[in-house]
């Protein structure tokens, strides 16, 4: 079936430094993907959507600037967090769509701003 | 207001009992209803999907069924077991957006 490989599975950064969370379709090529947050206890949220080739789409009140989504191939989307800090602390994970009509999680990114 | 709205939002049960969750929803129009299972520090993994014409839908000890005229789904997980621990989230498709239920976190216990 189809796979979805998200990395760094946890990452610890200091405030005010930049990371970078990669999400690789392994079987398929994946033309639209998917970045949420997710807090303790709390469901999904969407922050954007990426489309190969173009620009991310980001839900309201989430800073684009702040949150770097680059979808360059088909295969491949990043999440970069720019100027990290300690509220950013978050479960990030992406999904790609599959046709037809189903969705394909990677198993998140666990993020610690110290 | 939620789009989709899950209950209960918590439930513990012992090891081998079983239980349901329910997922009402107003999304429309409706493409397709999955419910996944999220482990704790984990992504989602879909159990099962369904379309607007399908009644039930089976995975292993877990069963769902949706009633599309009263927009109602529901998962039944048969003889649980410890490692059915987790969040157990509904997803909703318009066919362009999923709409996520906030989830019902289940504990079995021994």
């Known amino acids: 079936g189809a796979v979805v490989s998200q990395h760094p599975s946890w990452v610890i950064c200091k405030s005010g430094t930049s990371v970078k969370i990669e999400c690789r379709s392994l079987d398929f090529q994946a033309t639209t993907m998917f970045w949420y947050r997710q807090f303790p206890k709390q469901s999904l949220m969407l922050m954007a959507t990426s489309n190969e080739g173009s620009k991310a789409t980001y839900e309201q009140g989430v800073e684009k600037d702040k949150f770097l989504i680059n979808h360059a191939s088909l295969t491949l989307s990043t999440l970069t967090v720019t100027s990290a800090h300690p509220e950013d602390s978050s479960f990030y994970i992406c999904s790609a769509r599959v046709l037809p009509g189903g969705y394909t999680f990677g198993s998140g990114t666990r993020l610690t701003v110290v | 207001k939620n789009q989709v709205e899950q209950s209960p939002q918590s439930l513990i049960i012992l090891e081998g009992k079983n239980c349901t969750l329910q997922c009402n929803y107003t999304v429309s129009p409706f493409s397709n209803l999955r419910w996944y299972k999220q482990d704790t520090g984990r992504g989602p993994v879909s159990l099962t999907i369904m379309t607007f014409s399908e009644n039930t839908k089976s995975n292993g000890r877990y069963t769902a069924t949706l009633d599309a005229d009263t927009k109602q789904s529901s998962l039944h997980i048969t003889a649980s077991q410890l490692s059915d621990s987790a969040s157990y989230i509904c997803?909703?498709?318009?066919?362009?957006?999923?709409?996520f239920g906030a989830g019902t976190r289940l504990t079995v216990k021994p």
């Open positions: 997803v909703v498709s318009d066919g362009n957006d999923m709409r």
